[in-house]
């Protein structure tokens, strides 16, 4: 499910600005990431059909370069789609209530902020942990305080099997302590959108798991 270093490529078309953003994803993919997740979700967020349009373009774009295609937070499309998987966060569906609904055959991921909704989610059935936020974010108006990787060691260390996917004002200068606090890999909004090149910013963000920058 995640080989490190997984990079988990997170956008919206709000998050696009100006720029294209089946272009931007394709570059990310171009240029290496291992997961990609969809949130449309802030001002101008798209819905119903445009939405449902736009995300077959995503997956398309996903089986193309063979990278996993999840939905956020949105379970139906998620099950129309028949992605590979469904994240939700706190305040959006339960997570048990969501196995419950797409069964063992989508990956499902629950972002978490302590090691207690660590433990349930897992005990509901989370395949993985988004944890964050790591660093200050400003691609999420409502994101919680940063807390450093404390709490990604509190997790590994109760539960080392559970894959954790560190988020939130992550780069490449300063991914390398996310990955020796023991995270399965990167989740990354606006590193890599407003990057200049994002097939080159997404390769530095690889060559951060030995501390090397390309």
């Given at each position: 499910?995640?080989?490190?270093?997984?990079?988990?490529?997170?956008?919206?078309?709000?998050?696009?600005?100006?720029?294209?953003?089946?272009?931007?994803?394709?570059?990310?993919?171009?240029?290496?990431?291992?997961?990609?997740?969809?949130r449309?979700?802030?001002?101008?967020?798209?819905?119903?059909?445009?939405?449902?349009?736009?995300?077959?373009?995503?997956?398309?774009?996903?089986?193309?370069?063979?990278?996993?295609?999840?939905?956020?937070?949105?379970?139906?499309?998620?099950?129309?789609?028949?992605?590979?998987?469904?994240?939700?966060?706190?305040?959006?569906?339960?997570?048990?209530?969501?196995?419950?609904?797409?069964?063992?055959?989508?990956?499902?991921?629950?972002?978490?902020?302590?090691?207690?909704?660590?433990?349930?989610?897992?005990?509901?059935?989370?395949?993985?942990?988004?944890?964050?936020?790591?660093?200050g974010?400003?691609?999420?108006?409502?994101?919680?305080?940063?807390?450093?990787?404390?709490?990604?060691?509190?997790?590994?260390?109760?539960?080392?099997?559970?894959?954790?996917?560190?988020?939130?004002?992550?780069?490449?200068?300063?991914?390398?302590?996310v990955?020796?606090a023991?995270?399965a890999?990167?989740?990354?909004?606006?590193?890599?959108?407003?990057?200049?090149?994002?097939q080159?910013?997404?390769?530095?963000?690889?060559?951060?798991?030995?501390?090397?920058?390309?």
């Open positions: 499910m995640f080989t490190k270093p997984s990079i988990y490529y997170i956008l919206g078309t709000p998050n696009a600005g100006e720029r294209d953003p089946l272009k931007l994803l394709e570059e990310a993919l171009k240029g290496g990431i291992s997961h990609f997740q969809l449309e979700k802030g001002m101008n967020a798209l819905t119903g059909q445009s939405l449902k349009e736009f995300a077959l373009k995503c997956q398309a774009l996903c089986r193309k370069y063979g990278v996993p295609f999840i939905i956020n937070d949105d379970v139906e499309l998620a099950h129309e789609l028949n992605a590979d998987g469904v994240h939700v966060g706190q305040e959006d569906a339960k997570a048990s209530d969501v196995r419950a609904r797409v069964g063992d055959r989508m990956m499902l991921g629950v972002s978490v902020h302590s090691v207690e909704e660590a433990a349930e989610a897992i005990q509901n059935g989370a395949d993985y942990l988004g944890m964050g936020p790591i660093y974010t400003k691609s999420k108006s409502d994101a919680k305080a940063p807390s450093g990787v404390s709490k990604i060691i509190q997790v590994r260390e109760r539960f080392p099997e559970a894959p954790v996917i560190g988020i939130g004002g992550i780069t490449a200068d300063n991914a390398e302590a990955w020796e023991g995270a890999g990167i989740a990354v909004i606006s590193a890599i959108t407003e990057a200049g090149n994002v080159e910013e997404v390769q530095k963000m690889v060559a951060s798991y030995k501390g090397a920058i390309l």
